[in-house]
Nanobody, 118 residues
Protein backbone atom coordinates (compact mmCIF):
# COMPACT_ATOMS: atom_id res chain seq x y z
CA UNK A 1 0.00 0.00 0.00
CA UNK A 2 1.27 3.41 -0.99
CA UNK A 3 0.46 6.26 1.31
CA UNK A 4 1.53 9.88 1.42
CA UNK A 5 -0.47 11.99 3.84
CA UNK A 6 -0.16 15.77 3.83
CA UNK A 7 -1.09 18.05 6.70
CA UNK A 8 -0.60 21.62 7.81
CA UNK A 9 -2.61 23.52 5.25
CA UNK A 10 -5.08 26.23 6.16
CA UNK A 11 -6.01 29.88 5.93
CA UNK A 12 -3.39 32.52 6.65
CA UNK A 13 -3.03 36.23 6.06
CA UNK A 14 -0.53 37.60 3.58
CA UNK A 15 2.89 37.77 5.18
CA UNK A 16 2.18 34.83 7.42
CA UNK A 17 3.71 31.38 7.62
CA UNK A 18 2.62 27.78 7.37
CA UNK A 19 4.47 24.49 7.64
CA UNK A 20 3.29 21.57 5.55
CA UNK A 21 4.15 17.99 6.42
CA UNK A 22 3.96 14.83 4.33
CA UNK A 23 4.29 11.49 6.08
CA UNK A 24 5.08 8.40 4.04
CA UNK A 25 3.96 4.94 5.10
CA UNK A 26 3.51 1.51 3.58
CA UNK A 27 5.43 1.05 0.35
CA UNK A 28 6.17 4.77 0.25
CA UNK A 29 7.70 4.57 3.68
CA UNK A 30 9.90 1.65 2.73
CA UNK A 31 11.59 3.61 -0.06
CA UNK A 32 11.40 7.04 1.52
CA UNK A 33 15.12 7.32 2.26
CA UNK A 34 16.12 6.66 -1.35
CA UNK A 35 13.38 8.75 -2.94
CA UNK A 36 13.29 12.28 -4.23
CA UNK A 37 10.50 14.05 -2.40
CA UNK A 38 8.77 17.13 -3.63
CA UNK A 39 5.98 19.60 -3.18
CA UNK A 40 3.83 20.74 -6.08
CA UNK A 41 0.82 23.01 -6.15
CA UNK A 42 -2.22 23.60 -8.31
CA UNK A 43 -4.25 26.78 -8.25
CA UNK A 44 -7.79 26.91 -9.66
CA UNK A 45 -7.74 26.94 -13.44
CA UNK A 46 -3.99 26.39 -13.59
CA UNK A 47 -1.70 23.44 -14.18
CA UNK A 48 0.10 21.71 -11.37
CA UNK A 49 3.53 23.24 -10.88
CA UNK A 50 6.72 22.40 -9.06
CA UNK A 51 7.30 24.18 -5.76
CA UNK A 52 10.37 22.41 -4.38
CA UNK A 53 12.16 19.08 -4.35
CA UNK A 54 14.75 17.42 -2.15
CA UNK A 55 16.79 14.43 -3.27
CA UNK A 56 17.81 11.46 -1.16
CA UNK A 57 21.18 13.14 -0.77
CA UNK A 58 19.64 16.37 0.45
CA UNK A 59 20.02 18.52 -2.65
CA UNK A 60 17.18 20.99 -3.04
CA UNK A 61 15.54 22.74 -5.95
CA UNK A 62 12.98 25.56 -5.83
CA UNK A 63 10.67 27.33 -8.20
CA UNK A 64 11.82 30.90 -8.76
CA UNK A 65 8.54 32.18 -7.33
CA UNK A 66 9.25 30.70 -3.89
CA UNK A 67 13.02 31.05 -3.60
CA UNK A 68 13.99 32.80 -0.39
CA UNK A 69 10.54 32.28 1.13
CA UNK A 70 10.00 28.51 1.19
CA UNK A 71 12.27 25.81 2.59
CA UNK A 72 11.94 22.09 1.91
CA UNK A 73 13.45 19.59 4.33
CA UNK A 74 13.23 15.91 5.12
CA UNK A 75 13.49 13.72 8.19
CA UNK A 76 14.38 10.22 7.09
CA UNK A 77 13.94 8.88 10.62
CA UNK A 78 10.30 9.95 10.50
CA UNK A 79 9.71 9.30 6.78
CA UNK A 80 8.47 12.87 6.56
CA UNK A 81 9.11 15.79 4.25
CA UNK A 82 8.32 19.36 5.22
CA UNK A 83 7.67 22.63 3.46
CA UNK A 84 8.19 25.74 5.56
CA UNK A 85 6.42 28.62 3.87
CA UNK A 86 7.17 32.16 5.00
CA UNK A 87 6.13 35.57 3.69
CA UNK A 88 3.10 34.01 2.06
CA UNK A 89 1.37 35.87 -0.75
CA UNK A 90 -2.18 35.57 -2.09
CA UNK A 91 -0.72 34.05 -5.27
CA UNK A 92 0.54 31.12 -3.16
CA UNK A 93 -3.08 30.02 -2.74
CA UNK A 94 -3.40 26.49 -4.12
CA UNK A 95 -3.77 22.85 -3.27
CA UNK A 96 -0.32 21.60 -2.31
CA UNK A 97 0.59 18.02 -3.19
CA UNK A 98 3.37 15.85 -1.84
CA UNK A 99 5.22 13.79 -4.43
CA UNK A 100 7.57 10.84 -4.20
CA UNK A 101 9.79 9.71 -7.06
CA UNK A 102 12.08 6.71 -7.30
CA UNK A 103 13.11 5.35 -10.71
CA UNK A 104 9.78 4.71 -12.49
CA UNK A 105 7.68 5.16 -9.36
CA UNK A 106 5.82 8.42 -9.03
CA UNK A 107 3.34 8.77 -6.12
CA UNK A 108 1.12 11.63 -5.05
CA UNK A 109 -0.58 12.55 -1.84
CA UNK A 110 -4.19 13.68 -1.68
CA UNK A 111 -3.31 17.36 -1.34
CA UNK A 112 -3.82 20.03 1.30
CA UNK A 113 -5.40 23.42 0.72
CA UNK A 114 -3.43 26.58 1.41
CA UNK A 115 -5.33 29.85 1.23
CA UNK A 116 -3.59 33.20 1.67
CA UNK A 117 -5.85 36.19 2.22
CA UNK A 118 -4.83 39.71 1.26
Amino acid sequence: QVQLVESGGGLVQAGGSLRLSCAASGASGSIFKISTMGWYRQAPGKQRELVATVTSGGSTNYADSVKGRFTISRDNAKNTVYLQMNSLKPEDTAVYYCNQQFTVWNYWGQGTQVTVSS
